[in-house]
């Protein structure tokens, strides 16, 4: 059978399993995870898988009262895992031996340990935050037993896989990659130095073997491609790149200190997935050094607390070894969207206090897990103060508040995103009016745009299989405006395409844009031709 096809039942069956019951990855849910291993050494199995290769352990276990057997075990993480610890991050192979075992679905699970994250939550809130503006990993809390003892607490992340992919793109066969970072080996020579997965272009294709990982069976001349269009010529880069992804994905590791990410020194811990549209879209990887844990943007000194908490929202526009950033930047428009980026994840989540709201829900709902945790990295005194105030004398890990609300304060006030966006209200589509006999064949679409718009936008499509397109709205008095000047847009579409119609409204002012409704990505407004007869 054609592996799509396989996939694309399994995720069928997988979207039936979850409408009967709770998602595997509920935010607000703490998983119990009890593993059977048979060997009386085990931790020091483990360690010895890991050090010497990547093989998993053989175990059963039992994922909230389901049990399965035959299922593989191994310790995972570069940075987190060492020899001999009381704890290391997991992974569980459900399916190592039936390859048609799942739990819910989902046929790995990966288990994070917090590392540098005293708080516990980083990832979860962090992942929270991102799912409302680009597809990103699921994550809540998992409570790990091995052989009836208690082994710890757990952050519990969605694997970015062939599963995760035919959710989020429809398909899983395009190029896949990873980018990577601290490779002990040298460049080869010729290499450029130091450029780690930063998507810079090099003529030999040997010097990207060691940036990026390869999770998808072929791909590199696409890869190679990419980095190509994006030097060379820039221009053309909508061609092979969601380019509206990726800046969603770099305002929210501005905004959120992300800088073990693209946006940091090493330029790592994404993903990059080519879709069947032939674009290459970013998928955020590991989260738990977020909020400013991971410390370092550029070549020389960790940032301090005050730097981290002024970080430029423009870093690195001009960066010779970002070129997504630079390159992407260089343009008006692009960056005006950026900006609008980073001020809608701003002003959501940060500027009017939600995230600590629900940081401190987080952090109760944990709260006796952790204290019951024996093996945990940090103390109840430094889990209780991390949400607020920095911890540890050596890794000086942020307080996310301390770190946050100051950050918010600053970014408010700061030159790039002081202009104010043209203000969107009033979207609606033109209906038949009462005593009108003519039957309505287009779609008209309106709205009041204030706070001096230079262009106004109807970005729309007739369903979600389609590429968005474009049509500029105008104030003009025309399309049943009723008169020039008066701040009322409009736009018409044909019906001809379909009786259905989903769109969204992009606003631009000479130094800022904003869209309506703000998160465009998974609500649009939608109407129907009978809506207006």
């Known amino acids: 059978m054609n592996r799509n096809l396989l996939l694309l039942i399994n995720f069928l069956f997988f979207s039936l399993v979850l409408q009967g019951q709770?998602?595997?990855?509920?935010?607000?849910?703490?998983?119990?995870?009890?593993?059977?291993?048979?060997?009386?050494?085990?931790?020091?199995?483990?360690?010895?898988?890991?050090?010497?290769?990547?093989?998993?352990?053989?175990?059963?276990?039992?994922?909230?009262g389901t049990d399965y057997s035959n299922i593989g075990v191994k310790y995972r993480g570069s940075r987190s895992f060492k020899?001999?610890?009381?704890?290391?991050?997991?992974?569980?192979?459900?399916?190592?031996?039936?390859?048609?075992?799942?739990?819910?679905?989902?046929?790995?699970?990966?288990?994070?340990?917090?590392?540098?994250?005293?708080?516990?939550?980083?990832?979860?809130?962090?992942?929270?935050?991102?799912?409302?503006?680009?597809?990103?990993?699921?994550?809540?809390?998992?409570?790990?037993?091995?052989?009836?003892?208690?082994?710890?607490?757990?952050?519990?992340?969605?694997?970015?896989?062939?599963?995760?992919?035919?959710?989020?793109?429809?398909?899983?066969?395009?190029?896949?990659?990873?980018?990577?970072?601290?490779?002990?080996?040298?460049?080869?020579?010729?290499?450029?130095?130091?450029?780690?997965?930063?998507l810079i272009y090099e003529e030999d294709a040997a010097c990207y073997l060691k940036n990026y990982e390869l999770k998808s069976e072929s791909g590199w001349d696409d890869l190679i491609q990419l980095t190509r269009i994006l030097e060379k010529q820039p221009n053309k880069i909508d061609n092979v790149l969601n380019v509206d992804q990726t800046l969603w994905m770099l305002a929210f590791n501005n905004v959120l200190v992300n800088l073990n990410s693209y946006s940091g020194r090493q330029s790592q811990n994404f993903y990059l997935y080519q879709d069947s549209t032939g674009h290459f879209n970013p998928i955020l990887g590991d989260l738990n050094l977020a909020f400013g844990s991971y410390k370092s943007a550029v070549v020389g000194s960790d940032f301090r607390l005050k730097q981290l908490q002024e970080l430029d929202p423009?870093?690195?526009?001009?960066?010779?070894?970002?070129?997504?950033?630079?390159?992407?930047?260089?343009?008006?428009?692009?960056?005006?969207?950026?900006?609008?980026?980073v001020r809608t994840i701003l002003n959501e989540n940060f500027a009017n206090g939600a995230y600590l709201d629900r940081a401190e829900t987080l952090q109760r709902m944990i709260q006796v897990p952790f204290i019951n945790d024996n093996n945990r990295k940090y103390s109840f005194d430094e889990f209780k103060?991390?949400?607020?105030?920095?911890?540890?004398?050596?890794?000086?890990?942020?307080?996310?508040?301390?770190?946050?609300?100051?950050?918010?304060?600053?970014?408010?006030?700061?030159?790039a995103l002081r202009a104010i966006p043209p203000s969107i209200t009033n979207v609606s589509p033109q209906k038949r009016g009462q005593y009108e006999s003519a039957t309505i064949n287009?779609?008209?679409?309106?709205?009041?745009?204030?706070?001096?718009?230079?262009?106004?936008?109807?970005?729309?499509?007739?369903?979600?299989?389609?590429?968005?397109?474009?049509?500029?709205?105008?104030?003009?008095?025309?399309?049943?405006?009723?008169?020039?000047?008066?701040?009322?847009?409009?736009?018409?579409?044909?019906?001809?395409?379909?009786?259905?119609?989903?769109?969204?409204i992009m606003a631009e002012s000479k130094a800022a844009i904003n869209f309506e409704p703000s998160n465009y990505m998974y609500k649009l407004y939608e109407v129907n031709i009978s809506e207006l007869n």
């Open 22 to 64: 709770e998602n595997f990855y509920q935010t607000d849910a703490i998983r119990q995870i009890k593993l059977t291993i048979k060997q009386d050494n085990w931790r020091g199995a483990l360690d010895s898988l890991r050090k010497n290769g990547e093989d998993f352990l053989v175990a059963k276990a039992n994922i909230d």
């Open 83 to 198: 020899i001999g610890a009381k704890r290391n991050p997991l992974q569980i192979k459900l399916n190592f031996i039936d390859k048609n075992q799942t739990h819910q679905g989902y046929q790995t699970l990966k288990l994070s340990d917090a590392l540098r994250d005293p708080s516990m939550i980083r990832e979860v809130l962090g992942y929270e935050i991102a799912r409302k503006y680009m597809p990103a990993p699921q994550a809540n809390f998992a409570q790990v037993y091995v052989n009836g003892d208690y082994y710890g607490l757990f952050v519990n992340v969605e694997e970015v896989n062939d599963q995760f992919l035919a959710k989020q793109y429809g398909d899983s066969s395009g190029s896949f990659f990873k980018g990577i970072a601290n490779q002990k080996t040298s460049p080869s020579e010729g290499c450029k130095k130091n450029v780690f997965s930063a």
């Open 314 to 341: 423009l870093l690195h526009v001009a960066g010779e070894y970002k070129p997504l950033i630079r390159q992407l930047l260089k343009d008006s428009e692009r960056k005006k969207i950026y900006l609008s980026h």
């Open 385 to 415: 103060k991390s949400l607020k105030s920095t911890i540890g004398q050596r890794s000086r890990i942020p307080g996310i508040k301390e770190l946050m609300n100051k950050r918010a304060k600053i970014l408010r006030k700061s030159s």
């Open 442 to 504: 287009n779609f008209t679409i309106q709205a009041s745009v204030d706070k001096l718009p230079q262009k106004v936008v109807l970005v729309y499509r007739y369903n979600d299989k389609d590429t968005f397109k474009k049509v500029e709205m105008l104030d003009d008095g025309q399309n049943n405006d009723v008169a020039a000047k008066d701040g009322i847009f409009t736009a018409k579409v044909s019906a001809n395409s379909g009786a259905h119609l989903e769109y969204y």
